[in-house]
């Protein structure tokens, strides 16, 4: 039987799968830019969206562009992560990351396309969604994907690594560049559904929660975890200097802070009274994952 995860992540590839047919001038273009949006990815962002809304009576197929256009944003974030000027890594989701296939200017040109796309993508008019609604869908996209979003938490990560560091500074890197487009998924699914802005906040804070134990548990896997389970080289945040919350508190205290974030963002949700299993599925693949 399929797990939540598993059905969403089939209709997300389904729909990812045709939205750059490698043909025209441009073609390898394209090509780069699906080969790595089609890897084996989790899926677990644009599930989260979907998620969100089906909460509320959305229909799945009514979501899917929403949910692609947060997986092309996290797409090109590795994309770019991976590239010499950044992380300098050669294996990503479990092949060679982009610019060892493709080459440097052409990995950072697909990574540009997938930001510019999926953009494109959340503007094209949603069924059911008020143009209101849509524009906070945008808004969210940008606000947690840009300069104090994923991107400033990105840089501040690369201004720090090799250095000493605060535990302080390891909770800004992680809120910012891994937990608010997280957080986003929550909210951009939120916005399919006509609801109180208690309940938006209460969706935004469960997000914020899970976004930050995923990189708590991201953390423990890169120093538990193998290479071949992860689909990325293991051990690099330790070999680089990375600030990292086992470095600071040990891997166990950094499961155990992990479980306490959830159980915050669990209790966002109770005190407006919104229950949903699909989040509860996908939440508790977040802290048990194993990659």
Same mark, same amino acid.
């Given at each position: 039987m399929q797990t939540y995860l598993e059905a969403c992540k089939e209709e997300v590839n389904a729909y990812l799968s045709r939205l750059f047919e490698p043909t025209g001038l441009h073609a390898? !273009?394209? #090509? /780069? &830019?699906t080969y790595s !949006? &089609? /890897? /084996?990815g989790k899926r677990l962002r644009p599930a989260l969206v979907i998620a969100t809304a089906e909460t509320f009576g959305v229909a799945r197929r009514l %979501? !899917?562009?929403a949910a692609a256009a947060v997986e092309l944003i996290h797409c090109y974030s590795l994309i770019h992560d991976d590239l010499p000027c950044m992380d300098d890594d050669d294996l990503r989701r479990g092949q060679p990351t982009n610019h060892v296939v493709f080459g440097e200017a052409m990995a950072l040109l697909a990574g540009d396309a997938l930001l510019t796309e999926a953009f494109h993508l959340l503007a094209r008019p949603l069924a059911g969604v008020p143009a209101e609604r849509q524009l906070a869908m945008i808004r969210a996209l940008a606000s947690r994907a840009g300069v104090d979003g994923m991107v400033g938490g990105q840089a501040v990560d690369i201004e720090r690594t090799g250095g000493q560091g605060t535990l302080q500074d390891v909770e800004f890197i992680h809120l910012h560049k891994t937990a608010r487009l997280i957080q986003a998924c929550v909210e951009i699914g939120g916005y399919f559904a006509d609801l109180d802005d208690e309940v938006r906040a209460a969706l935004s804070r469960y997000g914020e929660c899970l976004g930050l134990a995923f990189q708590m548990i991201d953390d423990v896997l890169d120093v538990t /975890?193998?290479?071949e389970q992860l689909g990325k080289t293991a051990g690099k945040d %330790? #070999? #680089?200097?990375k600030l990292t919350y086992p470095r600071f508190v040990g891997v166990e205290r950094t499961r155990q802070m992990a479980r306490e974030v959830i159980r915050h963002g669990e209790q966002a949700l109770a005190d407006v009274g919104v229950k949903s299993e699909p989040l509860a599925s996908l939440q508790s693949l977040i802290v048990d994952r194993d990659r």
């Amino acid at each position: 039987m399929q797990t939540y995860l598993e059905a969403c992540k089939e209709e997300v590839n389904a729909y990812l799968s045709r939205l750059f047919e490698p043909t025209g001038l441009h073609a390898r !273009l394209k #090509e /780069a &830019m699906t080969y790595s !949006l &089609m /890897a /084996a990815g989790k899926r677990l962002r644009p599930a989260l969206v979907i998620a969100t809304a089906e909460t509320f009576g959305v229909a799945r197929r009514l %979501v !899917l562009p929403a949910a692609a256009a947060v997986e092309l944003i996290h797409c090109y974030s590795l994309i770019h992560d991976d590239l010499p000027c950044m992380d300098d890594d050669d294996l990503r989701r479990g092949q060679p990351t982009n610019h060892v296939v493709f080459g440097e200017a052409m990995a950072l040109l697909a990574g540009d396309a997938l930001l510019t796309e999926a953009f494109h993508l959340l503007a094209r008019p949603l069924a059911g969604v008020p143009a209101e609604r849509q524009l906070a869908m945008i808004r969210a996209l940008a606000s947690r994907a840009g300069v104090d979003g994923m991107v400033g938490g990105q840089a501040v990560d690369i201004e720090r690594t090799g250095g000493q560091g605060t535990l302080q500074d390891v909770e800004f890197i992680h809120l910012h560049k891994t937990a608010r487009l997280i957080q986003a998924c929550v909210e951009i699914g939120g916005y399919f559904a006509d609801l109180d802005d208690e309940v938006r906040a209460a969706l935004s804070r469960y997000g914020e929660c899970l976004g930050l134990a995923f990189q708590m548990i991201d953390d423990v896997l890169d120093v538990t /975890a193998s290479t071949e389970q992860l689909g990325k080289t293991a051990g690099k945040d %330790v #070999e #680089e200097g990375k600030l990292t919350y086992p470095r600071f508190v040990g891997v166990e205290r950094t499961r155990q802070m992990a479980r306490e974030v959830i159980r915050h963002g669990e209790q966002a949700l109770a005190d407006v009274g919104v229950k949903s299993e699909p989040l509860a599925s996908l939440q508790s693949l977040i802290v048990d994952r194993d990659r």
